[in-house]
């Protein structure tokens, strides 16, 4: 993992541009916070994520709490992956799949982050640039500030999340035929 100091934050000045430029079709992206225990799961899923062998087309981002921020990140994108936390009334680790038509299809999420991922995506929508949206969800029971590690159901839900996820994606980005 690379060090968090003089890391450029996504939508800073001096983050690197997009590489959808590069032919990656499918941006996966993982949302939450980090420092609130089982909200941060879309993060860990994207950092099991990463230790897989890269797929071709399929860029992969820790979206964190970005919001509109990620706007540009969608450029070049013609299919996203998200995958995040929510509050669902599920038991804690139930995995689920969503395929939203509309902003106004997305369920409430958990954070700050909910606020501006909805506005992430309406900006995205009247720019004409929103990617069809895949919807990873991991159901959390309660959120514990201050904490870095995830619950036992949760964390035992991020394999399988992890696999689904990576699945879609390979499916997205193969060469059609």
């Known amino acids: 993992m690379p060090p968090l100091l003089d890391s450029p934050l996504v939508g800073e000045a001096a983050a690197p541009a997009p590489r959808a430029a590069g032919g990656e079709r499918v ?13 941060g799961v ?3 899923v994207l950092r099991r994520l990463e230790e897989a062998a890269p797929v071709p087309g399929v ?3 820790d979206g964190g709490t970005g919001g509109v921020n990620l706007l540009r990140e969608f450029e070049g994108a013609s299919d996203l992956i998200l995958v995040d936390a929510t509050r669902d009334g599920r038991p804690a680790g139930t995995i689920t799949f969503l395929q939203p038509r509309s902003v106004g ?4 999420g958990l954070g700050a982050h909910d606020f501006g991922l909805k506005d992430l995506f309406a900006a995205a929508a009247l720019l004409d640039q929103l990617p069809r949206i895949h919807l990873h969800t991991i159901s959390v029971a309660e959120v514990r500030p201050m904490t870095l590690g995830l619950s036992a159901a949760v964390a035992a839900a991020v394999p399988a999340a992890a696999e689904a996820v990576l699945a879609r994606a390979a499916r997205l980005a193969a060469p059609p035929g």
């Open 105 to 108: 299809e997305l369920p409430r």
């Open 59 to 61: 860029r992969l981002l």
């Open 42 to 44: 879309g993060v860990h």
């Open 27 to 39: 941006l996966v992206l993982g949302v939450g916070n980090l420092l609130m225990g089982d909200e």
